[in-house]
């Protein structure tokens, strides 16, 4: 039997006394793979998707051989977004809290410069960010990797889709040759197969198969027979399952944006993901669909990949996806951390060969279902069971989650339960509340103080 005890391989005590303190208390598929080839200082190619414990295997590996000592870049992970570079960096901190005096810094685009070049200056051993930015950086010379002992690429096609090839190719000619280079992706075009037979030396390939248990996710099949029936197949789908989470993929950002605005006009809650969104408006679209005061997120894959929201209880492919790997990927969304999911693929006449190619992939014959009865569309959407209020201040302003949960719940406030989750960026802070209580925890907030000074505090309305 294969060990699955982190203690089985040789890391320092610290580190294993930390994961079991963290309660991780198993390697998951891809550690066990990954992680003997990269303790040993091999390149390594990891097929591998957000949730499957991808972090913590190069996390591991890099800490491991890091020396606290030297005050100089050693680590260099880069994302394609902000939100996983802060995912990772953030995963990273926790598993290096044992190692004293460690600096982790993330460096991404969507922020100001200036300060970045002031923590620089302070001196990082592991740097997180985009690979514009971090370019951008290099061009100045605010950050140096002349020390570089390990690189990154976490989401690798994904960074390829986003158009950060050159930026990559740039980043990647400032590094020592002699480095360890690790590569993560969820899928493997041809592009990325190329990037790693240029940069990596004698890589090994580490494949966890992503056997989505069927007892987890039920996936169900649906043809149609042209657009206008495709339209009403997902408001049929979502008016049966009506459930509080969904995410809708499409093929474009146009059509996104074009299926958020219909359903929208039927009376969901919804809104589109896509890459022409500003990032603070990403950034409270994502942040709406978490705390599940949006129900519906229409996203497009590259929109999407990043999103790590534990629980997805319907994906629907408005288009079934190019290929097989994106649609394992897309409905892994759903069926996580313990919980069953449900994933409902579309499709025409045209793309009857892509079902036909999946079905080899899964062994199985798929075979259309009926589509619900259209007697459904007399029904109204339901509605989210949180509502939203944004804050006009965040961590800058010192606001932490305990005080604002402290000014909601005070003297004649609202109760702990009908407080969701709590999110603070920079300058402001999203907290979702119980439909119900929107208007009292308004109030509450509006009159109460937060850090002893009043904030503007309104409702985001759908
Ligand atoms: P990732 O795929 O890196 O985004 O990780 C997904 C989540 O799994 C993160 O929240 C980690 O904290 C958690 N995690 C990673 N490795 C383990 C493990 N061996 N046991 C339990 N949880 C883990």
Redesign the pocket.
């Known amino acids: 039997m294969t060990d699955t005890a982190?203690s089985s391989l040789k890391l320092h005590t610290d580190l294993l006394k930390n994961?079991s303190s963290?309660?991780?208390?198993?390697?998951?598929a891809?550690?066990m793979q990954s992680l003997p080839p990269i303790l040993a200082g091999k390149d390594v190619i990891a097929q591998?998707?957000?949730?499957?414990?991808?972090?913590?295997?190069f996390?591991l590996g890099l800490l491991q051989k890091l020396e606290v000592k030297h005050f100089y870049v050693q680590s260099l992970i880069l994302c394609p977004t902000r939100e996983l570079a802060d995912?990772?960096a953030k995963?990273i901190r926790?598993l290096a809290r044992t190692i004293h005096n460690i600096k982790v810094l993330t460096l991404c685009g969507g922020m100001p410069f200036g300060p970045q070049i002031g923590s620089l200056e302070h001196g990082a051993h592991i740097i997180v960010g985009t690979p514009g930015r971090i370019e951008e950086h290099l061009r100045k010379a605010t950050l140096k990797l002349n020390h570089l002992t390990t690189l990154v690429l976490d989401e690798a096609d994904r960074m390829l889709d986003m158009g950060f090839q050159s930026a990559l190719d740039a980043i990647i000619e400032q590094t020592p040759q002699q480095r360890q280079t690790l590569l993560f992706s969820a899928t493997f075009p041809a592009q990325i197969k190329s990037i790693a037979t240029k940069i990596m030396l004698e890589p090994v390939m580490v494949q966890v198969t992503s056997s989505h248990d069927e007892s987890i996710i039920k996936q169900h099949f649906y043809k149609v027979n042209d657009e206008k029936q495709r339209l009403t197949a997902l408001h049929l789908l979502l008016l049966q399952h009506n459930p509080q989470s969904t995410v809708v993929f499409c093929n474009t950002k146009r059509e996104a944006q074009q299926i958020a605005d219909h359903l929208s006009d039927l009376g969901f809650s919804t809104l589109a993901l896509h890459g022409d969104l500003e990032q603070r408006d990403r950034d409270q679209t994502l942040v709406r669909f978490a705390n599940k005061s949006i129900s519906v997120l229409i996203a497009t894959d590259v929109a999407a990949r990043g999103l790590?929201i534990d629980a997805i209880n319907l994906v629907i492919n408005y288009h079934i996806a190019r290929d097989t790997e994106v649609h394992i990927h897309r409905i892994g969304r759903t069926g996580r951390a313990g919980s069953k999911g449900i994933a409902c693929s579309l499709y025409s006449d045209k793309e009857h060969y892509k079902v036909a190619l999946l079905g080899d992939y899964l062994n199985r014959i798929i075979e259309s279902e009926t589509l619900p009865t259209l007697k459904l569309l007399d029904q109204p959407p339901g509605k989210p069971l949180m509502a939203t209020l944004l804050i006009d201040g965040g961590k800058k302003q010192k606001l932490r989650p305990g005080d604002i949960l402290g000014a909601l719940t005070g003297k004649n406030g609202i109760t702990g339960k009908q407080v969701g989750k709590i999110h603070i960026f920079d300058n402001h802070a999203y907290v979702a509340v119980k439909q119900s209580v929107i208007k009292p925890a308004l109030k509450k907030l509006t009159e109460g103080k937060l850090k002893g000074r009043s904030f503007r505090v309104r409702i985001i309305r759908a």
């Open positions: 982190f994961l963290l309660g991780y208390e198993k390697m998951t891809i550690q591998s998707k957000t949730g499957s414990g991808k972090t913590a295997a996390g995912q990772v995963e926790k790590d």
